[in-house]
């Protein structure tokens, strides 16, 4: 049953805050802007036991990251700390001189980065940077760069040496991320603060990159802070998960916990936003979060969540909600835990109806060659691809693979090369844009990834929305304004955001008008170009069921290009796996998730860390993603394949084969040699240099 | 029981000012264009550099428009003694040539402000033709064209000037026609640059796709995008031109004696500082150097203003 | 480059040459007999078609013959380059003391950004390069030279001067310049060193524990300094706008005093040279300005293959 907990001081019960990694105890954090101060932690207090990991989980705007920074003190000139304290082993760091922070950096605490491209000097070697650490420690000049050395290699850089002497630009992210991370471990610090580590890497890259944190945690016995907002790598890497809203934690437990039960309805929405356990949307839509996240500064003195949350009452509203014991070594921040059984799911979104069978744009062998700087960048190789009327075709894919290039050849921004075409209908369509007929032009649409750069930030969304109608169609005049506010009623866009400019907007809001656009000329085909990636997960599942609803009424195809497994699995009718260009599996959503996989699929699919904690039979990748300009001979995929058989593999590209009705891959291997298991530790798996993706 | 049903997020964090509740929402729309411009003419408001500048400038402008009004004596008429220092009758003194330097400093801001703006607004709007044409289109076009720009700036200004206005002589329009001409190449390559930054960006290719002319994308779509970044480097054109203006007529290539052209002045009367005559040469230098600065306080502010 | 050079000799030509009237008349003057006028065009040949004088000017300008001038009848090059050597000399002067200052100043508001002594910095900046240079030099002609008595009237130096003799003759000018290209070099330097300090990969340099000297010092400044660099090599170029100005108030014999006289008297082939050589000194600096940013910039010299 529930107890109320003490306030301050309910630190305590996870032990003594002075023997702890990090303890945060009540800190208040507000940012200076122009005088006036504006909240961004409202009272957070958690501990790191020593050797654990505990990870910080939400949405933008939550104050995950500025929690972070605070465990190492960089905060920006105006945060202004109200009130609180953060111990690491019993000492306030937030008190403490300048030097003693230095050597509190130097020796107890390293944080890695988000973006290791930006954290890295470019004009300096790694080798110099990686160097720096030791030699803040007192090593000599020599010592240190025999430090830098086996640094390197103990996250499994294969050639240390030849990363020692190159320039960041001329690495990959993902080797990037490993330097940072011995530069961090160099002083084998008692406290390793991760911030997004693993955001912007693909998912091959990523699984390695925690893979490797998992190992050296183990080695090491640091303490862990782990910030992300994708609640699947918080799982896999967490002991303990804290969940973040609006500058207050509202639930903490065992991962495992906390995600398989969330006590508190700002959990629980976010984690049926989510799609998860193989979700599709013909079982259901998925959950929406209404209203928007709360800015920086907003007024919010009761419950953080009670604006948003279903059900909350007066009380929510006249006083914060108390510490509530949910469990062994798990509270929440609710008063009604007891009625979250009420939460409901929303009703399914599509019920069966018939697919087409003919296809309504057809790729032809369509191959694009791009040249640079005297190179041949073949970015597409030979597409066989057809669409059907009202299906979703889910395109997924990591960087290089092709799949940017294939939907703007679609569209028309760039022509194929001699001998293939796109055909809509049956009939081949000029290779750009600019040459189509009107009617081809309307007939393919598309929707951005990132809404600000998509929308021209001159104009109001009605202007946006009349002039696409107008120039797509032949409507005019005053039909042209009813056809705009009908198509903001379908997008659930107001009459007064109409005549808003798009900075005026949220990003949710701002990929709506996108879609409204999109669907302006009554396309046939909607290219959706990772649509939802720049979004909130709360904003994303309103965005997803968006789309589905309207594929339900209009019957257009999407092309809906992802990188997120479970958005695509949830949403997709048909899966088309690409890779360097070319695509290596195809077929309907369910049989790709029960029957054989190519080794490429199989590999992406163990790679992504789940919110269900799934033990997940890792494949590692060896090496890195070629660089498309120069490919590897035969099967392409060879290289980093566990299943590549010698003398085959590499000699000749496989033909496309079909397994099954429908399901197509590339692949020389027989079903029963792809359905042997692999054994493979990931301990063996060491990173090399590749040529960079262009 | 609870449904949560697919409402979209609630509201935008900037409504639109001035807008009652009950107004149609596209007169809400253009109120809040209005607001807008309110909003930055107050935040320029705000600034004392700004303010300073405004001021400055204005004094200038009256001594332009009123010259007659102002002015103690006739700018170009002999009175007393030559090279009296200044007095209660004569604040400036006179020059060599027995006129009194304040009237003369007075009259000496027509020509300047009328030339100057003219001539950098004329250089604005070609620079923006051209590095909009060059920036969108590249190509054969951009690459000669880039060329042609890099030789125009590879000269200074003033040396360019110089030459042209000594053959083709120094009328008004002359100099106003060097100078603009002179300075398209400068607004073009700061112009092209924008421009190149906006191409990348996705509503240019949406509306590529949609089948849009050049001309509408160019126009449309990527013009009102860049303004900020062209009101900027019109301020700091027009600085530049009363700059340049100053400096010609100080070599001689501007408009002829007896006018009491400010650098005419400072070129008249500057051999005579070694005998002692400082004022006849200080003020109108002077002159010439607040109004540049008190121009480019105000070009400053509003880069800062447009920036934020 | 190579175009970019012909294009500006193109200019040049025609900007001189769309003279109304003729050479011979504007050399000799209104009152000279026609049969001398006529005489001289055909020796200089100034009545040949325009486009054939153009040619022979482009052949000239490839074989290095810069001709006799049309005034005194000496090779264009006797005249030239001792005045570009002693323009050189000054603008010297000026960059070594703007540079240095100019750069510090940058450093030194950039770290106290926000702050009074950063504004100031960057309004005196602004107000200095806003003043032209012959204004400076008018100013500092008067107040200095005439009423303190430090630094010379006449900036010519004699020959033989001592180095530090030297200087109390051209500091005065130089100074003159100095106070226009502080400016630009100074905000440039400051805007550099701001986008720097607020970079990642500074902050990954203070979470390793380094004082933020040693950010300052090793990871800050060498990023920094492209643009300003850039800056520099412009202003280079522009000099020479400038140095007219002030070589005229200090009655200088520079290459902008010379050209300054072939104006007023029409002198095309000294015309000519010396802006061509302005151009060549422009195009030189931005060269080797682009190689010091490569070399600082290994990403930029690497590409390069």
């Known amino acids: ?694 | ?308 | 480059m190579v175009i970019t050079l012909w294009m500006l000799a193109t200019i040049v030509f025609l900007l001189v040459n769309v003279l109304p009237g003729d050479v011979g008349r504007k050399v000799l003057g209104p009152t000279a007999r026609a049969e001398d006028v006529a005489r001289l065009n055909e020796t200089l040949g100034t009545d040949r078609p325009l486009l054939q004088q153009y040619f022979t000017s482009i052949k000239n300008l490839v074989t290095l013959n810069f001709g006799d001038s049309y005034q005194s009848g000496t090779p264009v090059s006797d005249l030239v380059f001792p005045a570009l050597g002693r323009s050189a000399k000054l603008a010297l002067l000026a960059f070594v003391i703007t540079i240095p200052i100019s750069i510090a100043a940058g450093i030194f508001a950039a770290r106290r950004e926000g702050k009074v002594s950063d504004r100031v910095v960057v309004n005196a900046g602004l107000a200095s390069s806003s003043i032209p240079e012959f204004v400076t030099a008018s100013v500092l002609l008067a107040v200095f030279a005439v009423q303190l008595g430090w630094g010379k009237v006449y900036a010519n130096v004699p020959d033989g001067t001592s180095f530090f003799g030297q200087l109390d003759y051209l500091l005065l000018p130089a100074l003159a310049m100095v106070f226009s290209y502080f400016g630009y070099i100074a905000r440039m330097s400051r805007s550099g060193v701001i986008a720097s300090l607020q970079s990642d990969y500074a902050r990954t340099a203070t979470m390793k524990g380094l004082t933020s000297g040693q950010v300052m010092r090793r990871h800050v400044l060498r990023n920094a300094m492209a643009p300003t660099i850039t800056v520099i090599s412009v202003q280079v170029g522009y000099l020479f706008g400038g140095i007219i100005g002030v070589e005229k108030v200090f009655n200088y014999a520079g290459l902008g005093s010379t050209m300054l006289n072939a104006v007023g008297k029409k002198d095309i082939p000294v015309l000519q040279t010396s802006v061509l050589i302005v151009g060549v000194i422009y195009m030189v600096s931005t060269l080797l300005a682009d190689l010091l940013i490569a070399l600082l910039n290994p990403r930029i010299r690497l590409d390069a293959d």
């Not at chain 1, 790191?48 to 605070?70: D, I, M, N, Q, W």
């Not at chain 2, 609870?2 to 107004?23: F, G, K, L, R, W």
């Not at chain 2, 809400?28 to 607001?35: F, I, N, Q």
Request: aromatic share 6%; proline share 6%.
């Open chain 2, 1 to 308: 029981m609870t449904a949560i049903d697919d409402t979209p997020e609630s509201n935008d964090p900037v409504p639109a000012p001035d807008a009652a509740p009950d107004v149609d929402s596209r007169e809400a729309a253009a109120a809040g264009r209005k607001a807008a411009r309110h909003e930055t003419l107050r935040l320029l408001m705000k600034r004392p550099a700004f303010i300073g500048g405004v001021l400055i400038v204005m004094i200038w402008v009256v001594c332009a428009l009123f010259t007659n009004l102002i002015a103690p004596y006739n700018p170009l008429d002999y009175r007393t003694g030559l090279n009296m220092s200044p007095s209660w009758s004569h604040p400036f003194g006179t020059d060599k040539g027995g006129r009194d330097v304040l009237s003369r400093v007075i009259a000496g801001a027509r020509d300047v402000l009328k030339i100057a703006p003219i001539a950098a607004m004329l250089g604005v709007l070609g620079g923006v033709i051209l590095g909009l044409l060059m920036g969108y289109l590249r190509g054969a076009f951009d690459t000669v064209a880039s060329r042609v720009v890099e030789a125009f700036l590879s000269l200074p200004v003033v040396l360019l000037a110089l030459l042209a206005i000594t053959t083709l002589g120094n009328s008004n329009w002359v100099v106003i026609g060097v100078v603009a001409t002179l300075f398209t190449p400068v607004v073009a390559r700061t112009v092209r640059s924008a421009v190149l930054a906006e191409r990348e960006l996705d509503y240019v290719t949406s509306a590529r796709l949609r089948g849009e002319s050049s001309l509408f994308v160019m126009y449309r779509e990527i013009l009102p995008n860049i303004s900020g970044p062209i009101i900027v480097e019109l301020t700091v054109r027009i600085g530049y031109a009363v700059f340049t203006v100053a400096t010609l007529s100080f070599l001689g290539a501007g408009p002829p004696p007896p006018s009491p052209d400010w650098g005419a002045q400072v070129s008249d009367n500057y051999n005579s500082i070694v005998a002692g005559y400082w004022w006849s040469t200080f003020f109108p230098a002077a002159a010439i150097a607040s109004l540049v600065i008190a121009v480019n306080l105000i070009a400053d502010s509003i880069e800062r203003v447009v920036k934020s």
């Open chain 1, 1 to 694: 049953m529930s107890d109320v907990l003490a306030e301050p001081g309910s630190l305590d019960e996870r032990g003594d805050p002075a023997t702890a990694a990090l303890a945060v105890d009540g800190l208040e954090l507000a940012y200076e802007v122009r005088g006036i101060p504006r909240a961004v932690l409202r009272g957070v207090s958690f501990q790191v036991r020593p050797g654990e990991a505990f990870g910080l989980v939400g949405e933008s705007g939550c104050g995950k990251s500025t929690t972070a920074y605070a465990a190492l003190r960089y905060l920006p000139e105006n945060a202004v700390v109200q009130a609180g304290r953060v111990l690491a082993q019993g000492d306030d760091i937030l008190q403490m001189s300048k030097s003693a922070l230095r050597k509190f950096r130097i020796e107890q605490a390293s944080m890695v980065y988000q973006d290791p491209v930006q954290a890295l000097n470019p004009t300096s070697r790694i080798g110099h940077q990686v160097a720096e650490c030791f030699t803040v420690l007192g090593e000599s000049k020599s010592e240190a760069q025999a430090s830098a050395l086996a640094a390197l290699r103990r996250v499994k850089i294969a050639a240390p040496e030849s990363v020692m002497d190159r320039y960041p630009h001329q690495l990959s992210g993902g080797m990037l991320q490993r330097v940072v991370i011995a530069m961090a471990l160099a002083s084998d610090p008692q406290l390793l603060v991760l911030d997004e580590p693993t955001t912007g890497l693909d998912a091959t890259v990523e699984a390695e990159v925690l893979d490797l944190v998992r190992d050296l945690r183990e080695e090491t016995g640091a303490a862990i802070l782990l910030i992300a907002h994708n609640l699947g790598v918080i799982r896999s890497m967490c002991d303990r998960v804290g969940v973040m809203y609006a500058g207050r934690i509202i639930e903490e437990g065992s991962a495992q916990d906390v995600f398989d039960n969330p006590q508190h309805p700002y959990t629980m929405g976010l984690l049926n936003a989510i799609p998860r356990q193989g979700l599709r949307k013909t079982d259901r839509a998925l959950f929406t979060i209404p209203g928007n996240l709360p800015g920086i500064g907003s007024d919010l003195p009761t419950c953080v969540y009670v604006d948003r949350c279903p059900i909350a009452d007066d009380l929510c509203r006249t006083e914060v909600p108390p510490k509530v014991s949910v469990g062994t070594d798990r509270w929440t921040r609710c008063h009604h835990v007891e009625r979250l059984s009420e939460i409901v799911e929303p009703e399914a979104v599509v019920t069966e109806y018939e697919i087409a069978s003919d296809n309504v744009i057809e790729l032809d062998g369509v191959s694009k060659t791009f040249r640079q700087r005297g190179h041949e960048v073949p970015a597409l190789v030979s597409v066989d691809l057809g669409f059907h009327e009202g299906e979703t075709l889910g395109l997924v894919g990591e960087s290089g693979s092709g799949k940017s290039t294939l939907a703007k050849t679609l569209l028309g921004v760039h022509a194929p090369d001699e001998g293939g075409s796109v055909n809509l209908r049956g009939r081949p369509m000029q290779g750009k844009a600019g040459d189509r007929i009107q009617e081809s032009i309307r007939a393919i649409s598309m929707v951005f990834q990132n809404p600000d750069s998509a929308l021209n930030r001159s104009w109001t969304v009605r202007r946006i929305l009349r002039r696409t109608v107008t120039k797509l169609t032949s409507i005019r005049g005053e039909e042209a304004d009813e056809r705009v506010e009908s198509l903001a009623e379908a997008m659930r866009l107001s009459q007064r955001h109409l005549d808003m400019r798009p900075k005026q907007l949220s990003g949710g809001l701002k990929q709506r008008v996108a879609i409204a656009r999109a669907f302006a000329g009554d396309p046939d085909v909607v290219v959706c170009d990772e649509p939802t990636s720049a979004l909130d997960v709360s904003v994303q599942a309103a965005i997803l069921n968006l789309l589905a609803n309207l594929q339900n009424d209009e019957r257009t195809s999407y092309l809906f290009i992802t990188h997120d497994i479970g958005v695509v699995r949830y949403l997709a009718d048909r899966i088309a796996v690409m890779y360097l260009g070319r695509i290596m599996e195809i077929g309907a959503t369910d049989v790709m998730f029960s029957e054989v996989n190519h080794p490429y699929t199989e590999a992406l699919l163990s790679a992504v860390p789940s919110v269900d904690g799934e033990a997940e039979n890792r494949i590692p990748l060896t090496g890195e993603i070629p660089s498309p300009a120069n490919p590897p001979s035969g099967c392409v995929f060879h290289t980093r394949c566990h299943r590549a058989i010698a003398g085959l593999c590499e000699v000749t590209e496989p033909e496309m084969v079909e397994l099954s009705p429908g399901h197509r891959i590339k692949c020389h291997l027989t079903v029963e040699q792809l359905s042997e298991p692999i054994e493979i530790s990931p301990a063996d798996v060491l990173a090399e240099i590749a040529d960079l993706p262009d």
